[in-house]
């Protein structure tokens, strides 16, 4: 297992200010109130470190290989699947416990990668996937186009794109991150045969959500 780059900031600094905070006033002589009064955001940085350490987890997973079929973009809770005009949409919830990191759910190369400003309502607003702040991946695959759109939340508030235009893709390669709770959500032509429900769990890269011939 390795950890995501973007993670460092959140867990390299609270961990030295928690530990500051904790032993500064030991080795400075500041007496016993002062070291109370410190050791309590000192333990609490500390384990907003060590969190970080966990959400932030890139865990070594093997990809499933199966011809036409459509990997998961993400870990988390599938909340729905609607169809609208031409396509089909996978909506799933990403929790701070689960691992972040999202993935190409079919092999072929980026067309786009636009980001869009916007709110940061909660993963289940209806209005959250129109309005809050995204990234928008579209891809050009032999099975047609698909688009994962990376989420921000509540908590999450910056959606971290891997990929750009031009690149290629195959299925289960890393695409993205999104930082703490959020939603992703994949597009896929109207064909696609969807073998997820809501409620399901699945895992990015791993888990079979459909099918596209």
């Known amino acids: 297992m390795t950890i995501a ?52 987890r890139d865990p070594k997973i093997r990809i499933t290989e199966a011809p036409g079929a459509i990997l998961s973009p993400c870990n988390g809770t599938v909340m729905e699947i609607v169809e609208k005009d031409d396509e089909k949409i996978l909506r799933v919830f990403l929790s701070i416990f689960n691992v972040h990191l999202q993935r190409a759910p079919l092999s072929g190369t980026v067309r786009s990668v636009e980001h869009k400003d916007g709110k940061f309502l909660a993963a289940w607003n209806p209005l959250a996937q129109s309005e809050n702040k995204q990234n928008i991946i579209t891809v050009d695959s032999e099975k047609g186009v698909f688009t994962v759109r990376q989420i921000a939340g509540f908590l999450a508030r910056r959606c971290v794109s891997w990929v750009k235009a031009g690149d290629a893709v195959r299925a289960g390669d890393k695409i993205g991150l999104i930082k703490f709770s959020s939603q992703v959500d994949l597009h896929l032509p109207k064909k696609a045969v969807i073998s997820v429900r809501p409620e399901d769990k699945v895992r990015a890269g791993i888990t079979i959500v459909g099918e596209l011939k």
């Open 5 to 56: 780059k973007e993670g460092f900031p959140f867990i390299f600094i609270p961990f030295i200010a928690g530990l500051a905070f904790i032993l500064v006033p030991c080795l400075a002589g500041l007496g016993v109130l002062a070291v109370y009064i410190c050791l309590g955001p000192g333990i609490l940085l500390v384990i907003f470190s060590l969190f970080c350490l966990f959400f932030f």
